[in-house]
């Protein structure tokens, strides 16, 4: 067993594995390993597996997250050689993976996040014994001061708060602010599940061409609406296509 990973049903996270490999990562790996450690686990060539699809693992361990985020999360430990994967199904049309947790990957990534942690407080007490402490620390207190500042203030540098809300406020008319932070938490929770920008203003695209022209659900098209735990759903939505001019009956004179 890896020394990284807890031995426990609860959904625990540990902090430095989140800090190295990613939140819904380190969420991922912790439950798989408890799955591997437990009688549902299966020992193909010496290793322990267990298999499910992305449905299952979504509908069993992970509720809270939609299913693309699942897929991503696993997709992800896939790529960093974290989840070793495998078909060992008896039917060949079963397309069913198997998951086993790379344990050496895994530490050799806490490894080296412990070497670069050593590495970087090492240079950070040269560099405080060969360069004046006044000049370091002015410059220290003056960028985490500004940073400190700008975020508090809710400027939207951070993230991609101006470009999706500039969007939004040119397709459907509107004037929301970049700055708000309740719009701002909206689009931070959609962030965290991996979304891109794009996502962001594929999402506006459909409903602005579904609502926009509707008195009664014009009024949607705001962030509140738009980018809620409904997004996967808009997002999956077909661009609706434009419906030609219906021709009325007349008499030619």
Not at 41 to 46: D, F, L, Q
Not at 153 to 164: F, M, N, R, T, V
Request: aromatic fraction near 12%; include cysteine.
């Amino acid at each position: 067993m890896g020394k990284w990973l807890f031995d426990s049903h609860p959904i625990v996270v540990d902090r430095e594995l989140a800090a190295v490999f990613g939140l819904n990562e380190a969420i991922l790996l912790q439950q798989l390993n408890y799955w591997i450690n437990s009688k549902a686990a299966k020992t193909v060539n010496g290793r322990k597996w267990i298999y499910n699809s992305y449905k299952q693992w979504q509908e069993d361990n992970f509720p809270f997250w939609s299913l693309a985020t699942v897929r991503r999360a696993i997709e992800n430990c896939e790529k960093k050689g974290l989840i070793i994967t495998g078909n060992f199904n008896k039917a060949g049309f079963d397309k069913t993976k198997w998951y086993s947790i790379d344990y050496d990957a895994v530490d050799r990534g806490m490894s080296k996040r412990s070497a670069q942690n050593e590495q970087t407080s090492c240079s950070k007490r040269s560099n405080a014994v060969v360069q004046n402490e006044q000049t370091n620390t002015r410059d220290y207190t003056e960028t985490t001061a500004e940073t400190t500042k700008d975020i508090l203030s809710g400027k939207p540098d951070h993230a991609p708060y101006q470009e999706i809300l500039d969007y939004l406020n040119s397709k459907a008319g509107t004037s929301y602010r970049a700055s708000s932070k309740a719009t701002q938490r909206f689009i931070n929770a959609r962030l965290n599940e991996n979304y891109t920008v794009d996502d962001f203003k594929k999402v506006i695209d459909i409903k602005v061409a579904n609502w926009k022209d509707d008195p009664k659900m014009s009024k949607y098209l705001r962030p509140q609406t738009l980018f809620s735990n409904k997004f996967e759903g808009y997002l999956n939505e077909p661009m609706p296509t434009k419906q030609p001019p219906k021709r009325t009956k007349g008499y030619l004179f």
